[in-house]
């Protein structure tokens, strides 16, 4: 299992004082997506809320067998916070997809998030290696003072 920053990782400024969009493309034929790498998709300059998260499709999906999915969430943390398990045919081209109803009493988004500094957003390939297909992850973050 592999810890690595995509091509288009971003670091989230120390010098933000107001709500940025981050924006992570990410293109399976170019940067890989092996099964049970933590891809890093955003690292945390200083402490951050993420308040809204969306992930575009570009271009779909595609694995062997077609019967993959995706986690994202923290590195080192709740891992799937984001997004649970999304199957890949969710992705498909001009696909808007958003963050995964967190289970409970009572059900609820998992937003707000805080990101503490130094921490990382990470896409995770859960079933079967991903060897095409582009999608772009969208974060709205704003600092935590």
Not at 89 to 110: H, K, Q, R, S
Request: charged content about 25%; overall charge negative; hydrophobic content about 50%.
């Amino acid at each position: 299992m592999a810890n690595v920053n995509v091509n288009d990782h971003k670091t989230v400024s120390k010098f933000m004082d107001s709500v940025e969009l981050v924006k992570v493309v990410y293109d399976f034929a170019q940067d890989g997506g092996a099964t049970a790498n933590e891809l890093q998709l955003f690292t945390a300059a200083r402490d951050l809320v993420i308040t809204d998260f969306w992930v575009r499709g570009i271009t779909e999906l595609d694995s062997a067998a077609d019967g993959t999915s995706i986690d994202v969430g923290i590195a080192g943390g709740d891992e799937d916070i984001l997004l649970d398990g999304v199957a890949e045919a969710t992705f498909a081209a001009d696909a808007l997809v958003g963050p995964t109803v967190v289970e409970g009493a009572p059900n609820v988004l998992p937003l707000p998030l805080k990101l503490a500094e130094d921490g990382a957003i990470q896409m995770k390939v859960v079933d079967e290696a991903l060897t095409a297909g582009k999608c772009e992850f969208n974060f709205i973050v704003t600092p935590f003072k």
